[in-house]
C-alpha cells in the first residue's frame, strides 16, 4: 500500500557526519516503507550533524516503525517527530484582508464612520446595491453541521471546521471566492434552514457540504424555495458535474453515444441521487441503481421518498437480480457506494471498451489495477491513480460564475454547461485512457467552467 500524503512528518535527526554521508540514513527509511520528500541539514558540525528528515507515510504506528529504525542505527537519534499535516492547520488556514487601506484618519472616515453612513442608507433605499457595495457580490457560506464529513461521519461542527476551512481555502485559489466556514451546532432540519435563512443577507451563495441524506435534501430544496441566492449542495451537484464531465470525454474516447450507453450505479445516497438525475438530463435513457438493499424498481419495499422517485425513472428492464447480473453486457460502472462491492470477472462480463468509475473513498469499489485488466478507462476519487473525480474541478468555477452573473437560481443547466467545460479542457491530442479529466491545478478549468455558467444563467 502506498503511502499517504496525510502523514506527512518531519523527523529532527542527530547523526554523525560519516553516517549521514554513507546514506544508510536514506535507505533505513525506504526500507521501512516510507517515501522520503526530502533530507535537509540543519546545523552542519564537525562531530555531529541536525537533520530534518521529511517523509510520507501509511499511519501513525508506520511513523514510529521509521522512528524505531533510525533511533536502531548507530550514530543517530531521534530528537522529535513534527506532523505537518498538523502544522499547516495551527492557527486555521485561512484569514481575512483588507482591499481599502486604512493610512489615516480620512481613510478611517470614509471606510467607517462617518462616512460608511452615506453608502448604508443608499443600501437601505436600495437594497439590491448590497451586491455592489459589500462583499455580497463575492462571498459564499460554506454550511455544514457535521453529520457526514469526509468518511468520518457525524463527527459534529467542531470536528468539521478544517475541512470547511479547506474548501473556503480552495474557493480562494481556484476561483477567487471569498468563502466563510459555518458549522452549525444542530442537525435539525427547520433549525439548519433557518439560520442560514437568517444569515443569508450577508452572502451571495450558499454551499451546503457534508450534511448527511436524506436530511440534505429537503435543507437544500427548502433553501433554493426562500432565498434569493444560489444553493449548491457540492456533495450532490460538485460530484455529479465531475462524473459526467469524466463521463463524456470516456464516451469520447470509446466512440459510444449517451443514449446508448447501459450504466449500472451502486449508491443511492446524496451523490448518487444526483449523478443519475443529472447523467438522465444529459440524454442517459438506461440507468439500473443499486442500494445496500438492492435495485431501485417500482413497487420495491424499503425505499425512502428519493429512491422512490428515482425508481419510477430508472431501471427499464425492472431488473430485481445482483449487480454482477446487471453488469453483464453494461457499458457504464458508477461507483458511490462502499470497498469492494464488485470483481475483477463482474468488469470482465461488461461490454467491450468498459469504463468503470470507482469512487467510494479512501477504498473503492474494485481494486482500480483489476479493474483496469479487463475496462478502458479507470477513475477513482483518490489523487494516486489516473483519472481522479474531485470536486475541486467543479464549485470554485460553478460558483465563480454564479456571482458573476448574479444568478438567483442554479439550474441544471448551468451544471451540465459546467461539465461540458470541464470535459472541453481536454483536448483531443491529450485524451487518453488515463486523462479523462484535466488536473485540479489547471489554471483553465476554473475561467472556462465559469464562462459557461455565466452563459447558462444570462
Known amino acids: ?20 554521508a554513507s546514506g544508510t540514513i536514506i535507505s533505513t527509511v525506504a526500507s521501512a516503507g516510507a517515501v522520503i520528500t526530502g533530507l535537509d541539514v540543519v546545523d552542519p558540525g564537525h562531530h555531529s550533524v541536525v537533520l530534518d528528515l521529511s517523509c510520507t507515510t501509511l499511519d501513525s504506528g508506520h ?3 521509521v522512528r524505531n529504525k533510525l533511533n536502531q542505527l548507530n550514530g543517530c537519534s531521534v530528537e522529535k517527530v513534527s506532523d505537518s499535516t498538523f502544522l499547516i492547520h495551527l492557527g486555521g488556514k485561512i484569514t481575512m484582508d483588507l482591499k481599502v487601506p486604512l493610512r489615516n484618519r480620512t481613510d478611517l472616515a470614509r471606510a467607517y464612520t462617518p462616512g460608511v453612513a452615506r453608502v448604508c442608507m443608499a443600501i437601505h433605499e436600495n437594497p439590491a446595491d448590497a451586491r455592489n457595495l459589500t462583499i455580497k457580490r463575492n462571498s459564499v457560506a460554506v454550511v455544514t453541521d457535521g453529520s457526514a464529513v469526509l468518511g468520518l461521519g457525524n463527527i459534529g461542527p467542531k470536528a468539521a471546521m478544517p475541512v470547511m476551512e479547506g474548501k473556503a481555502a480552495l474557493f480562494k485559489k481556484f476561483g477567487g471566492v471569498d468563502a466563510w466556514p459555518i458549522c452549525l451546532d444542530t442537525t435539525d432540519t427547520d433549525e439548519i434552514v433557518r439560520a442560514v435563512e437568517l444569515i443569508s443577507p450577508g452572502f451571495g451563495g450558499v454551499n451546503l457540504e457534508d450534511i448527511s441524506a436524506p436530511r440534505c435534501f429537503e435543507i437544500e430544496r427548502r433553501l433554493r424555495e426562500s432565498l434569493d441566492i444560489p444553493v449548491f449542495h457540492d456533495d450532490q451537484h460538485g460530484t455529479a458535474v465531475v462524473v459526467l464531465a469524466a463521463l463524456h470525454n470516456a ?12 450504466v449500472v450505479m451502486m449508491g443511492a445516497g446524496a451523490a448518487g441521487v444526483a449523478v443519475a438525475r443529472l447523467l438522465m438530463e444529459s440524454g442517459v435513457q438506461d440507468i439500473i441503481i443499486f442500494d445496500s438493499k438492492g435495485p431501485l424498481y417500482p413497487g420495491r419495499d424499503r425505499m425512502d421518498e428519493e429512491r422512490t ?31 469492494n462491492v464488485i470483481t475483477g470477472k463482474d468488469v470482465q462480463a461488461m461490454a467491450e471498451d468498459a469504463i468503470v468509475f470507482a469512487l467510494a473513498n479512501p477504498d473503492p469499489e474494485i481494486d482500480p489495477v483489476i479493474a483496469a485488466k479487463h475496462a478502458t478507462v479507470v477513475a477513482t476519487g ?57 488536473s485540479v491545478f ?13 452563459a447558462a444563467t444570462a
Open 1 to 20: 500500500m502506498p503511502s499517504s500524503p496525510g502523514y506527512s512528518n518531519v523527523f529532527r535527526l542527530i547523526a554523525t557526519p560519516e553516517l549521514h
Open 63 to 65: 511513523v514510529e516503525l
Open 251 to 262: 464516451l469520447r474516447l470509446v466512440e459510444k453515444d449517451t443514449s446508448d450507453i447501459r
Open 309 to 339: 422517485a428515482l425508481a419510477a425513472i430508472t431501471n427499464p428492464r425492472k431488473h430485481d437480480g445482483s449487480v454482477t447480473e446487471a453488469l453483464e453486457g453494461a457499458d457504464v460502472f458508477i461507483g458511490l457506494s462502499q470497498p
Open 382 to 438: 483518490r489523487s494516486d491513480y489516473p483519472n481522479q473525480i474531485n470536486n475541486v474541478l467543479a464549485f470554485p468555477g460553478i460558483f465563480r460564475g454564479l456571482l458573476d452573473s448574479g444568478a438567483h437560481r442554479i439550474t441544471d443547466a448551468a451544471l451540465i454547461a459546467a461539465a461540458h467545460a470541464i470535459a472541453a479542457v481536454v483536448s483531443d491530442e491529450a485524451l487518453s485512457s488515463i486523462y479523462i479529466v484535466p
Open 442 to 454: 489547471d489554471g483553465n478549468v476554473a475561467p472556462a467552467v465559469a464562462e459557461a455558467v455565466v
